[in-house]
């Protein structure tokens, strides 16, 4: 059992801000900005592509109204929502969870985004074809 899951049964304490039926969203305890906030599913899964569309949808939404509510109560300038998925994509908890950071002007915080590019947009293209290919309908 994860500590999302523990968190879900109240084994263990954590500063709720919201809950319905299948969410979930509270404190993150090591939170990138002050306000930052956790939206998680209460079925366990591991990934986004895990869940059915509509527990994504209900996640979604729960983030959305969390970031509506930092920017109205904490006078955030900006909110991040990020989503990672797997170990390589900086997981760390294996159960499904979206992130609502504040952000302020001065905040000091940096993402270190360091973007690539394509040799050639045929090689863009070729990208884009496998996951045309993949799509799930």
Excluded at 65 to 83: C, F, P, S, Y
Excluded at 88 to 102: C, D, F, N, R, W
Aim: proline content about 5%.
């Amino acid at each position: 059992m994860n500590i999302f899951e523990k968190i879900i049964n109240r084994e263990i304490p954590a500063t709720i801000v919201y809950e319905d039926e299948d969410t979930i969203a509270f404190m993150d305890m090591g939170p990138i900005i002050k306000g930052h906030t956790l939206v998680i599913p209460k079925t366990c899964c591991n990934l986004i592509t895990d869940p059915p569309d509509d527990v994504v949808c209900k996640l979604m939404i729960v983030a959305k109204r969390i970031a509506a509510a930092q920017m109205k109560t904490l006078e955030a300038d900006g909110v991040n929502i990020m989503q990672n998925n797997g170990k390589a994509a900086g997981q760390e908890v294996p159960h499904l969870h979206i992130h609502v950071i504040p952000r302020f002007k001065n905040d000091g915080h940096q993402w270190n985004w360091a973007a690539k590019s394509y040799d050639s947009s045929t090689e863009m293209e070729a990208f884009a074809e496998k996951i045309r290919e993949g799509l799930i309908t």
